[in-house]
């Protein structure tokens, strides 16, 4: 059967690789002192085998093992450039090459590791919903078999805000939405993780959010983070995307302005037995 595959995320290019490792270095630098209590609240603990799904460059496997001592760190992913600079990081146990939407295949690299707790954060809403279910039913089966904790963090961008609202933002935040959507992934996933969590099969998930805020980050590192995903959803408007990034870089404009959104967590370590 031919499974409906997402185009979001793909990093055809060298380029692009190079720019979105730098984003996400900065993006888990920025978020990881916010998420940590939430990773330890869901579940996370020193001494852990830690996988990683959809792992990306490393820099957040790199802050777990920084964070929580002696955790060993497997990440997974299927980009093979992403997958070398996560290889290099320090804290980083081992890392393999893997289709989260194979079902063999990820249970495989989970019989491999056992781990004590599975972590997958902003994979989903680049996922389509075939390719979720295939990898949440994967993570039941071995749940089914195994001890391991599942934790889902995801964006959902209904909770993002602007601060004088702003016409330009607005269009960029909704083109952004609209772009994913077409590619075939979701930025309003994070809202739902409970309940993907309950159809896969997973008992009582916990849920929480974490509220990322440029008073608190500063605008200049929220911007250095978000910055140029928002703008690319200008990008059937070249003009305004361009104005975008200048006005985001500008000095004054953290002064008078202000942005976030919350990151939403769901986690869950039982499975419904299967009755009879
Ligand atoms: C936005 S990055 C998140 C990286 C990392 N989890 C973090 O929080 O910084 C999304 C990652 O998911 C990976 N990914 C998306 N779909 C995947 C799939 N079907 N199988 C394996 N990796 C996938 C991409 O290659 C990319 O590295």
Redesign the pocket.
């Given at each position: 059967m031919q499974r409906e595959r997402?185009r979001s995320?793909l990093?055809a290019d060298e380029g692009q690789r190079a720019d979105e490792a730098g984003r996400?270095d900065r993006?888990?630098r920025l978020l990881f002192p916010l998420e940590r209590g939430a990773l330890a609240a869901h579940g996370l603990e020193p001494g852990h085998t830690v996988v990683?799904?959809?792992?990306?460059?490393g820099?957040?496997l790199q802050l777990i093992a920084e964070a929580f001592a002696n955790t060993r760190c497997v990440g997974?992913?299927?980009?093979p450039g992403?997958l070398g600079d996560a290889r290099a990081r320090p804290g980083v146990m081992a890392v393999a090459q893997?289709?989260?939407?194979g079902q063999a295949a990820l249970l495989r690299e989970l019989d491999r590791f056992l781990p004590d707790l599975v972590l997958?954060?902003?994979?989903l809403q680049?996922?389509a919903p075939a390719?979720r279910t295939a990898?949440l039913s994967t993570l039941a089966e071995h749940a089914s078999k195994r001890a391991v904790r599942v934790v889902l963090a995801d964006v959902d961008s209904a909770s993002s805000f602007f601060e004088p609202p702003s016409p330009l933002l607005s269009e960029a935040h909704q083109g952004l939405e609209a772009l994913q959507a077409r590619s075939g992934g979701d930025r309003r996933i994070g809202a739902r993780l409970p309940d993907l969590l309950r159809t896969a099969g997973f008992e009582s998930p916990r849920a929480s959010r974490v509220l990322v805020d440029s008073r608190t980050t500063g605008f200049g590192a929220w911007w250095s983070a978000f910055g140029s995903p928002l703008s690319a959803g200008l990008a059937s408007r070249p003009a305004a995307q361009e104005a975008l990034l200048e006005w985001g870089t500008h000095p004054a404009t953290g002064d008078s302005f202000r942005a976030g959104f919350e990151v939403c967590f769901a986690s869950s370590g039982s499975v419904r037995r299967a009755s009879g």
């Open positions: 997402s995320y990093l996400l993006q888990a990683d799904l959809g792992c990306g460059q820099t957040y997974l992913d299927r980009h992403l893997c289709d989260l939407a997958c954060r902003f994979v680049h996922m390719e990898m």
